[in-house]
C-alpha cells in the first residue's frame, strides 16, 4: 500500500496571506490528523477527522480549519498567516479513530512564512 | 491533564553501544503510550506501543521499552545500536480525558550514533 502522501512538501508564503495543506490518506483509512511541528513548542495536535466530521480538535485558533472529503483526503487550511505559524505540519491517517489507534505520519509540509 | 518528559533531549553514543531513552508522564487516567522515531527530513514512525497486558513491549528495529505504572515511566532501550539508529524518538502518551482523546507528545530526544 502507498504511504500517507502531503502536497506540496515546501511552500513560503508570506505574513497574511492563506495557506491550504493536503493530505491523502493510506488507501482505506478513515481518520486524519494534523500536527504543527516546531523547534520550540515541538509536536501539537491540530484536529481529527473521520469519515468527514471532525471529532477532536486541539487548542489552535480559529485561523486554523480543515476538512475531510468522502474519500477520505483532507486539506488544512491557515487564514492570516504569522510568523510563528512556520513549521512542520504533519499529516497522520489510522483505519479506527480513538486512543489506542496506530497512527501513520506522511512527510510532512515545511511551510516559511516571511 | 496529561504531560510528557523526555529526560534528555540530546543522547550520544557509540555504535554498538547499549542505549536508553527516558520517558515519563503524568496523567490521572488509564493512559496508552507510544514510541515513534523520526529521520531527518521525514515523518513519524511508530516504534512500538503499550495498550494492556505485559510491560516489557517489543518492537521493531531490536528496540523495547517497559511500562512502568509506579514510577509513571514507560524508557525505550537497545542492546545494541547501529549508525542507522541516529534520528529523534518521540514519547506519546493518549487517554480519554474530559470526554474526548488527548494525545500529548514529548518535546523528543536526539539519538546521535557514533562511529
Known amino acids: 500500500k502507498a504511504g500517507v502522501t502531503q502536497t506540496p512538501r515546501y511552500l513560503i508564503k508570506t505574513r497574511g496571506q492563506q495557506v491550504t495543506l493536503s493530505c491523502s490518506p493510506i488507501s482505506g483509512h478513515r481518520s486524519v490528523s494534523w500536527y504543527q511541528q516546531t523547534p520550540g513548542q515541538g509536536l501539537q495536535f491540530l484536529f481529527e477527522y473521520f469519515s468527514e466530521t471532525q471529532r477532536n480538535k486541539g487548542n489552535f485558533p480559529g485561523r486554523f480549519s480543515g476538512r475531510q472529503f468522502s474519500n477520505s483526503r483532507s486539506e488544512m487550511n491557515v487564514s492570516t498567516l504569522e510568523l510563528g505559524d512556520s513549521a512542520l505540519y504533519l499529516c497522520?491517517?489510522?483505519?479506527?479513530?480513538?486512543?489506542?489507534?496506530?497512527?501513520?505520519f506522511g512527510p510532512g509540509t515545511r511551510l516559511l512564512v516571511l | 491533564a496529561q504531560s510528557v518528559t523526555q529526560l534528555d533531549s540530546q543522547v550520544p553514543v557509540f555504535e554498538e553501544a547499549p542505549v536508553e531513552l527516558r520517558c515519563n508522564y503524568s496523567?490521572?487516567?488509564?493512559?496508552?503510550l507510544f514510541w515513534y522515531v523520526q529521520y531527518p527530513n521525514q515523518g513519524l514512525q511508530l516504534l512500538l506501543k503499550?495498550?494492556?497486558?505485559?510491560?516489557l513491549v517489543k518492537g521493531i528495529n531490536g528496540f523495547e521499552a517497559e511500562f512502568n505504572k509506579s514510577q509513571t515511566s514507560f524508557h525505550l532501550r537497545k542492546p545494541s545500536v547501529h549508525i542507522s539508529d541516529t534520528a529523534e524518538y518521540f514519547c506519546a502518551v493518549s487517554a480519554y480525558q474530559g470526554g474526548s482523546e488527548k494525545l500529548v507528545f514529548g518535546k523528543g530526544t536526539k539519538l546521535t550514533v557514533n562511529p
Open positions: 497522520a491517517s489510522s483505519s479506527l479513530a480513538g486512543v489506542e489507534k496506530t497512527q501513520y
Open positions: 503499550y495498550l494492556s497486558g505485559s510491560t
Open positions: 496523567s490521572s487516567v488509564s493512559v496508552y
